[in-house]
């Protein structure tokens, strides 16, 4: 017999029950004895209702957490969430700096791959890192899962969101007061940019120009140091490239909107006394890496016995990149934010001039496209099914080669990885996390 039968028996007042003849007491009782089963029923079905509630997940619209809509970009994740007081705690705590003297750094793309590997290298020497990432489309999210639980482990907190989010920004700032920023979110790629310009515009500009307003407004402003890129010297034919040299050649949309990147940096330096350092990194590559750059699809392709094209210059030249390895590119980052000067102004107010630099941060030893074909072979004990064709017009340069002396003077910046050992690492982690891909090799 279910409870609720049990009831149907028992006096609606216990003990207090007297025998009672007249029909408008019997109604009486019979309409009383209705009410409390309907009393008990509800009971039960509101017990219910608050069981299943306890039982769900915290709802993304609750009155502590926001909801943001990115716009402009059609990879983008169409939404994402932040907010509450425990999402303030996991902010807090992720910042948190083993020491006074260690920094407190907000990096942006912290789920891509140089953001990642300076957030856990930061994180390693006792500085506080939160992670800021969108976690777009652009390559296979499940990489940049992947790096983020890495991060997770390491006590890295990557917060889901765009930087194009003002709100988003201000609260960051508002529960840390981060000494630095990391600004490592771009759309990235050369090519990419003649599929989805407007991608690049809503990134590497009109996001970084909202970062810096909000580093602008923070209390105290942060140094801020930079992704910027060895495309900016475009068409510039003196080598080795020095950051005197010329860079208003861009050869590509993307070039283009990093050099666009380094003025606004310049802008906000003068108006505001924001503290900025722009990096321009010449084809950094390595574990973890880029699915979209040369080294990692060629891989990938020559493992399954895919066709790869091997570009070369309009007269049967060589095509080449200074490659520059992750680790050391990373020593580089960590040596910019540590020689960066504090931000002078306050309020949104310059109180006396402050720091802007760019260097250089390359390999000075450029290797052609075949000889880093010829290098993954050999790792990789597969022959590549080439097709050469000439480099066609898509916003690639012929060759890249950094000048690093202004980088070593100023940041202790020494590269000591050539494509070799470094892509040996690569392949080695490639491997390890593609598991199968050496089996599925046409050889
Ligand atoms: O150093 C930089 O500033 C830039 O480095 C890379 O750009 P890129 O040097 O073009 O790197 P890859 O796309 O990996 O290309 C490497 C080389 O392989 C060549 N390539 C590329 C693709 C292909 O199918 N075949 C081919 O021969 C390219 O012409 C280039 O010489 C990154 O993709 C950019 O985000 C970064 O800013």
């Given at each position: 017999m279910s409870q609720l039968n049990l009831m149907d028996h028992a006096p609606s007042t216990p003990g207090k029950q007297k025998p009672e003849k007249s029909p408008y007491i019997n109604h009486r009782m019979r309409l009383h004895s209705s009410l409390s089963k309907l009393t008990i029923f509800s009971t039960f079905v509101v017990a219910f209702l608050i069981f299943l509630f306890l039982l769900?997940?915290?709802?993304?619209?609750?009155?502590?957490t926001r909801r943001r809509t990115l716009g402009?970009?059609?990879?983008?994740?169409?939404a994402t969430s932040w907010g509450g007081s425990d999402w303030e705690k996991r902010v807090s705590r992720s910042a948190?700096?083993?020491?006074?003297?260690?920094l407190a750094v907000l990096i942006t793309g912290a789920a891509g791959f140089v953001g990642a590997h300076v957030s856990l290298a930061l994180k390693r020497r006792g500085d506080g890192v939160l992670g800021l990432d969108n976690?777009?489309?652009?390559?296979?999210p499940n990489l940049k899962r992947a790096r983020q639980r890495l991060l997770e482990r390491a006590g890295v907190f990557v917060v889901e969101?765009?930087?194009?989010?003002a709100a988003l920004l201000r609260k960051l700032f508002d529960v840390v007061p981060f000494t630095h920023v990391a600004h490592l979110a771009a759309q990235a790629g050369v090519r990419y940019a003649m599929q989805n310009p407007s991608s690049y515009v809503h990134s590497n500009v009109a996001g970084f120009v909202n970062l810096l307003e909000a580093c602008k407004t923070a209390n105290p402003q942060p140094a801020v140091v930079w992704a910027s890129s060895?495309?900016?010297?475009?068409?510039?034919?003196?080598?080795?490239?020095?950051?005197?040299?010329?860079?208003?050649?861009?050869?590509?949309l993307y070039a283009a909107t990093k050099k666009a990147g380094e003025e606004i940096a310049h802008s906000y330096n003068h108006i505001y006394g924001l503290s900025i350092t722009g990096l321009r990194f010449f084809t950094v590559y390595g574990p973890?890496?880029?699915?979209?750059?040369a080294y990692f699809f060629f891989t990938k392709d020559i493992l399954k016995g895919k066709q790869i094209t091997v570009f070369e210059a309009p007269d049967g030249g060589t095509v080449a990149r200074d490659f520059t390895y992750i680790d050391d590119v990373v020593k580089g980052f960590l040596g910019a934010l540590d020689t960066a000067k504090k931000s002078t102004g306050s309020g949104g107010k310059k109180k006396e001039p402050a720091q802007l630099r760019v260097f250089n941060l390359g390999n000075t030893s450029p290797v052609p496209v075949s000889e880093l074909v010829a290098i993954l072979e050999r790792l990789l004990k597969v022959k590549a099914k080439k097709k050469v064709v000439a480099?066609?017009?898509?916003?690639?340069?012929r060759f890249t080669h950094a000048n690093i002396s202004l980088a070593s003077k100023e940041l202790g910046y020494r590269p000591i990885t050539d494509l070799g050992t470094g892509l040996r690492k690569f392949v080695k982690w490639y491997l390890e996390f593609y598991p199968g891909s050496k089996k599925k090799s046409a050889w």
């Open positions: 769900s997940p915290p709802s993304a619209t609750t009155p502590a402009g970009n059609s990879f983008n994740s169409s948190r700096r083993a020491s006074p003297s260690s976690f777009n489309r652009y390559y296979d969101g765009d930087i194009n989010d060895s495309s900016v010297y475009g068409l510039n034919s003196k080598v080795p490239f020095s950051e005197k040299d010329r860079t208003d050649q861009p050869a590509s973890w890496g880029r699915p979209d750059m480099m066609p017009r898509n916003g690639d340069v």
